[in-house]
């Protein structure tokens, strides 16, 4: 249908420009002024943050501080039986209205969660903006759980799990979180599979009146005007108050291993790495790019610039997949390397990839590694900034979790202030630090954490 609608959309095109070809043509130039993101804090205690692009299609977003590390103890999933939820009746609205409305103006509405925070979003062409953020209206604040919607929400909780079950990226991305932080951050994204379908009205309603209050949402927009979302952003019935502190994330590392009968291991090896707004953060993004954070030639080995990759083709003469990886969150982070190879030659890539990681805290990183680090550190940030999905949700988790947003000309200004020995310095903090291990596949050739560091 994808394919198919997009042919019917060109051929409309085509016919239309056709039919204006003999129409003499006049010249019209639009000026846009190029704007920056603009942050408001209304009085309610909600942050609006936008970015206006020109896109004839506006997105909002509504962002609450309630991801999987929210949850209680004796709630875990209970986020994503959220996300799940996020297509059911509300208080003003039935699940088929909002579905057929949304249909009507040819919008999109959807729901996503994270470590740290859920985002209800809408897409449509401006001219429809009123219906749109009207049904993000109902599902963002005015839930309503139906036992017979929440029941019958248990068989999508059941795909999502087998889904995940059947991931072996997924499962290796949760694991080590899991190693390295074991609650907090360790949280998974995917309820566990006992869980499934045992979550009841209460539950969900007690979730939600204790985080989706003003004081912990964003409204978040791209391609909108400001003024008009702050005003838009006023109609949002959002229930008042705080929400309550959440624990404090403490990295311990660890190791998790899971024997799987497939011929890979896909193995990650991660420290403590640096929180949101820290000031390791843009040099640790460099020192990514200088170890080689995955190849910019489709089909490449990445032999020519990751350090990470060429020490995988010195152990193995199978194909491979390896790269440095990170992750920041508002109090931590984690940084090392992931590789998935040949389960006879893992342990041969591991020791080999561990040393590699292991000479660039001897201030081995040169002024020419940094120089492309940082071409690439930029690439890679105003690339992501063109898609506007991204942006939206870069948009919301900034406001959210710092009450501002920096954009990439800002950024950009900071990435060239990062010095060499910065990027040194950091490389010796984080690489020597307490590493976390996790194995997926075929372990039989693949070492122990304590033989391998």
Not at 41 to 55: D, F, H, I, P
Request: proline residues 3%.
């Amino acid at each position: 249908m994808k394919y198919f609608g997009r042919s019917v959309a060109l051929a409309i095109k085509g016919r239309s420009l056709a039919g204006q070809a003999t129409v003499k043509q006049t010249e019209i130039r639009f000026k846009a002024t190029p704007q920056d993101v603009k942050v408001t804090k209304l009085s309610s205690g909600v942050t609006v943050a936008s970015l206006e692009n020109y896109s004839p299609v506006s997105r909002i977003a509504v962002v609450y501080g309630a991801g999987s590390r929210h949850e209680p103890s004796n709630a875990l999933g209970i986020t994503h039986c959220l996300r799940v939820a996020a297509n059911q009746s509300s208080k003003k609205a039935t699940a088929f209205s909002i579905a057929k409305n949304i249909q009507q103006i040819g919008g999109s509405l959807s729901c996503s969660t994270s470590r740290e925070m859920v985002m209800y979003s809408v897409s449509c062409l401006r001219k429809n903006l009123a219906t749109g953020v009207e049904h993000l209206n109902n599902v963002a604040t005015g839930h309503d759980f139906r036992p017979w919607e929440v029941h019958d929400a248990a068989n999508v909780q059941k795909q999502d799990v087998e889904i995940y079950s059947n991931s072996t990226e997924a499962q290796l991305i949760e694991a080590v979180h899991k190693a390295a932080y074991r609650d907090t951050l360790g949280q998974s994204l995917y309820m566990p599979s006992d869980r499934v379908g045992t979550f009841s009205c209460r539950d969900l309603e007690a979730f939600v009146k204790t985080y989706y209050v003003a004081h912990n949402a964003v409204i978040a927009g791209v391609g909108i005007d400001h003024d008009v979302l702050v005003h838009l952003a006023r109609k949002f019935t959002f229930a008042p108050g705080h929400a309550p502190e959440h624990k404090k994330a403490k990295y311990h590392g660890g190791e998790l291993r899971m024997d799987r009968r497939i011929p890979l291991v896909h193995a990650a090896v991660v420290t403590e790495g640096a929180a949101l707004g820290g000031a390791d953060l843009l040099p640790l993004g460099l020192l990514g790019f200088v170890l080689g954070a995955g190849p910019y030639v489709k089909y490449s080995g990445n032999l020519a610039s990751s350090r990470i990759a060429k020490a995988a083709a010195s152990a193995t003469s199978f194909p491979f997949v390896a790269s440095a990886i990170s992750a920041a969150y508002s109090d931590s982070g984690l940084f090392g390397f992931q590789v998935t190879t040949n389960a006879r030659d893992a342990g041969k890539v591991l020791k080999a990839i561990v040393t590699t990681m292991g000479q660039a805290t001897k201030n081995t990183i040169t002024k020419d590694d940094v120089l492309r680090a940082k071409h690439q550190l930029k690439a890679c940030m105003y690339m992501e900034a063109e898609g506007a999905e991204e942006t939206l949700k870069w948009i919301g988790a900034e406001a959210l979790l710092s009450g501002q947003v920096i954009d990439c000309s800002q950024l950009e200004s900071e990435v060239d202030k990062v010095t060499l020995e910065d990027v040194n310095r950091v490389a010796k903090k984080i690489l020597n630090g307490k590493p976390s291990m996790v194995a997926v596949g075929d372990l039989s050739s693949t070492p122990y954490l304590d033989e391998l560091i």
